[in-house]
């Protein structure tokens, strides 16, 4: 089995939901920026791994919230990120498909 190249500058960009509800933008290796109809440019913290992302809210709310992580795949122009195993601040807590921008 061949080992896969891991690029943590993959992520970064504008990534869109597939039900066009959601949009993150990583601006750099640790921040990235979630928009939604309800909220604009909210900050989070972001620890990319191998098969795992680390998420910290922190954001204009100013609240105390413990980072959670969980699973993702990542590809050219695909984002998956598993929220299913323990809740988000701020996201669904469902599977949820990006699309590239």
């Given at each position: 089995?061949?080992?896969?190249?891991?690029?943590?500058?993959?992520?970064?960009?504008?990534?869109?939901?597939?039900?066009?509800?959601?949009?993150?933008?990583?601006?750099?290796?640790?921040?990235?920026?979630?928009?939604?109809?309800?909220?604009?440019?909210?900050h989070?913290?972001?620890?990319?791994?191998?098969?795992?992302?680390?998420?910290?809210?922190?954001?204009?709310?100013?609240?105390?919230?413990?980072?959670?992580?969980?699973?993702?795949?990542?590809?050219?122009?695909?984002?998956?990120?598993?929220?299913?195993?323990?809740?988000?601040?701020?996201f669904?807590?469902?599977?949820?498909?990006?699309?590239?921008?």
């Amino acid at each position: 089995m061949a080992c896969e190249k891991f690029n943590k500058n993959d992520i970064l960009g504008t990534w869109i939901s597939s039900d066009l509800s959601d949009t993150l933008e990583f601006v750099d290796n640790s921040s990235f920026y979630k928009s939604t109809v309800n909220m604009s440019h909210d900050h989070y913290d972001y620890n990319l791994e191998k098969d795992s992302i680390e998420i910290r809210y922190n954001g204009t709310l100013y609240i105390l919230i413990q980072p959670t992580k969980h699973y993702y795949k990542l590809d050219e122009n695909s984002l998956v990120l598993d929220l299913t195993n323990t809740e988000c601040y701020g996201f669904n807590s469902e599977r949820i498909v990006y699309s590239k921008q």
